[in-house]
């Protein structure tokens, strides 16, 4: 299945989930088409459903939050003018994972760090 498929069925996804007034789906939604784009290397959409993402999220919900902050860190991440950002996102990501006792977000958190850093090590900073 080819990234533009699985684009265009999450995109009608999110509409559906729009019409049917399910604002948390629909944000949930858009996190996952930001984080298809971002491993199709389409930074500059990722960006824009991360972005509709955060704004729209429905909850506070620690859980939510965590996850949230981890995709828009990840996606920053992914482009060196934007590491240190995407550090420093991840870094409140996963002090609030922390706070909450969210072990398993913690961990995704930590394979993202580790993944950015490659096969030489940890960069600096």
């Known amino acids: 299945m080819s990234i533009s498929y699985a ?4 995109l009608a996804a999110t509409r559906e989930f729009e019409d049917l007034a399910e604002p948390e789906d629909w944000s949930v939604a858009h996190q996952k088409l ?8 389409d930074l500059t959409n990722a960006l824009h459903f991360i972005s509709i993402a955060r704004s729209t999220a429905a909850t506070d919900a620690p859980m939510q939050r965590v996850r ?11 482009d060196p003018a934007t590491r240190d950002d995407g550090l420093h996102v991840l870094d409140k990501a996963a002090k609030l994972a922390g706070q909450f006792g969210l072990s398993h977000q913690l961990t995704s958190i ?6 950015s850093e490659g096969p030489a090590g940890p960069r600096r900073r």
């Open 110 to 115: 930590e394979g993202i760090r580790a993944m």
């Open 68 to 78: 949230l902050e981890t995709a828009h860190g990840h996606i920053l991440l992914s």
């Open 7 to 10: 684009s265009r069925v999450m």
């Open 34 to 41: 930001a984080l298809a784009h971002r491993g199709a290397g």
